[in-house]
């Protein structure tokens, strides 16, 4: 065969060159890229390792790069290898739970014992119906005030009861619930007595308590005067009080069985 012509010569001589110049520009393609040390011969970009190699066995060589952020990389036989830490996440434990998380004894003297409140509420004076001296007047109208007249007795019924047993001449006796009486109270305060069957009138009475009557029955006795005096004294009414109890500002209190023996009754004032 004869040798190549000018035209072959000079198309193997541009690809001969070719190759000879191929290492040099893919290497300077890589450092380019990669940004090169100048102090040495690891290539870093940002942070992450690159690596290539070439195998000049092909007309193309294999490149094979790993970039891991935070990874070791080891490069064997042309290939680049990367192994990739397992991030440890733990748990935080912070005794989530508590035990004994309900608050028990939280109420503090909630509930009083012994339920009703005795301190400061209004009462009457033990005892206090020994010391009523009775009076009346009328038909009828009795009551009893102790001595100074800081606590009174007072009931009333309009039932003609008087003026009935005198016109016939006959004794009276009845029991009466305490509701048919018109009036049926203790009075507390000052002056409370003075009024009652008083044709003098007075403005130091004071009445700081009224005791009003829910409970109870009174027998009534009632023995006329022969030949009264008109307008004076008709009768002697005697008054026995059973069971009966009187209520103040929601307080409930019994009294004592009283008896008003013997009071003239059936006179008016004046």
Known sequence: MGGPTGEHQESMTFRTHDLALLPSALLTLALGTTGCDAGGGETETDGMSASSTSDTGSTGGETSASAETGTDSTSASGTTTGSTGTASSGETSTGGETTGGETTGGETGGETTGGETTGGEASLPEGFEETLSESGCGDMTLWGRNDDDTIAL????????????????????????????????????????????NDVATDKTIIDQEWLATAGSVNITIEPVEDAPKFGTLGFATLELSGVEVTFDGVTEPLEDITFTDVGVGWLPG
Do not use: K, Q, W
């Not at 003026?163 to 305060?189: K, Q, R």
């Open 154 to 197: 007072v009931l009333s019924i309009n039932d003609d009861l008087v003026a009935n047993a005198s016109a016939a001449g006959t004794t009276y006796e009845g029991t009466h619930d305490v509701s048919e009486f018109g009036t049926f109270s203790v009075l507390v305060g000052t002056m409370v007595g003075f009024p009652i069957c």
